[in-house]
């Protein structure tokens, strides 16, 4: 059975960092491609990274470019994002989702992923 649980969410000041956790099971992270994605209040789901089978990278928030970096360890089945210089509007529920697709698809849209983790909340706020 496919499963994604994230970790590592919390809260931290403006201009912290954290690292999300991403594991798998029921199947490897090396076979699909794996993106991150957060919700915040009020706003529509939005595609921030994604990593493909082959460990390549897309970015799709100009938001994030420069501060997240998403990588993954295929012996421990693990996607991580890794975030910093954190600011108050990264304030959201971050998930990771498994898209079945080896490529990561153009555009990182919700719809475009086909299994979902249950979301870990990240609050950045003095």
């Known amino acids: 059975q496919f499963q994604l649980v994230e970790s590592g969410g919390g809260l931290v000041l403006p201009g912290g960092s954290l690292r999300l956790s991403c594991v798998a099971s029921?199947?490897?992270?090396?076979?699909?491609?794996i993106g991150w994605l957060r919700q915040a209040p009020g706003k529509e789901r939005e595609g921030l990274l994604c990593t493909s089978g082959d460990g390549g990278v897309r970015n799709y928030a100009d938001s994030v470019k420069g501060r997240f970096t998403i990588s993954r360890d295929n012996a421990k089945n693990t996607v991580y994002l890794q975030m910093n210089s954190l600011k108050p509007e990264d304030t959201a529920v971050y998930y990771c989702?498994?898209?079945?697709?080896?490529?990561?698809?153009?555009?990182?849209?919700?719809?475009?992923?086909?299994?979902w983790g249950q979301g870990t909340q990240v609050i950045v706020s003095s």
């Open positions: 989702a498994a898209d079945i697709r080896y490529y990561c698809s153009d555009g990182g849209r919700p719809h475009d992923y086909d299994y």
């Open positions: 029921g199947f490897n992270v090396d076979v699909y491609s």
